[in-house]
């Protein structure tokens, strides 16, 4: 049953930092109580201090290390005990900016564990809940290069256009079984995500870059207002409805039994 008065519990990965530190601080403005999962504890700790005395929410700390299976098996294991959880933020993840060429192949794969199967092992352990309780909210953070994996290291494109295609999968099968969903596409967001992809957000152009406060406010504003895709500084949507209609547009000649004429090939 929907309770209306208490919006319930938002478990949010990467809640140690950046992105992931301002959901807990708005989601707890909002009435949520919190499971915040990191693998530092002390920033884990002085998080949840500090909203618990500015907010009077609960707020759990679990540390877990998502790159590693027996952590990600404990985070499941919470999604799918804890009825309580009403909201998901799939928030944890890391980057690169050095070409595919040039990275080391270990790296990506560490990258991929985390951004890829974490995330969908999550997912996974979360969605059946919410559909029995009819209700839920599962937040993907994904980034603009899931549309534009020239500008960045390409693994990381990728592993971000994996989350966008399960996000746009998720909405098709949920669409009628109460639970929300959300991807959000953050163009460059001032946090130490650049630090650890190898390029100080500093060194960027500054016009392009948004401050984290404002990125995850523009995102709750879009998922108030109901968008299953949010890109924060895209000034017009009607630019990513477009984008929508040109991809569905593609569906009917996806899969045909003859090659297309311009190949000359076939009966
Ligand atoms: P951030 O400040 O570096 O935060 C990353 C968070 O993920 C931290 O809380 C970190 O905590 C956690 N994390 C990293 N590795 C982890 C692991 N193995 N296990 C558990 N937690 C782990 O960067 P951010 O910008 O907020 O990044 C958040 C999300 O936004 C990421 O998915 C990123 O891809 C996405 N994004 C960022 C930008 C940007 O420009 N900043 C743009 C588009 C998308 P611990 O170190 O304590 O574990």
Redesign the pocket.
Known sequence: MTNTTQPGTALI??????????YADRLARRGYDLVL?????E??ETLAQRLTDETGRSVEIV??????EA?VHRIETLLRTDASITTLV??????AVAPLLASDVDKMQ?MI???VV?LTRLTYAAVPGMVERGTGTIIN?????AISPELLNGV?GA??AF?LALTRSLKHELADKGVRVQA?????????????AGQP?DNLPQDW??S?DD?VDAALAGLDQGEVFTVPSLPDVADWNAYESARTALFPNLSRSAPAARFGVGA
């Open positions: 990965t990467g809640a140690s930092s950046g992105i992931g530190a301002i999962v990191a693998r530092n504890r920033r884990l540390t877990a290390d998502l790159g590693a952590d799939n928030n944890a993840g890391v980057g560490s564990e985390l951004n974490a953070i994904a980034s603009v290069v990381y592993s971000k989350v959000v596409l953050p163009g460059a967001t001032r946090t130490e995500f650049w630090d650890v957000a870059v948004m984290a990125m």
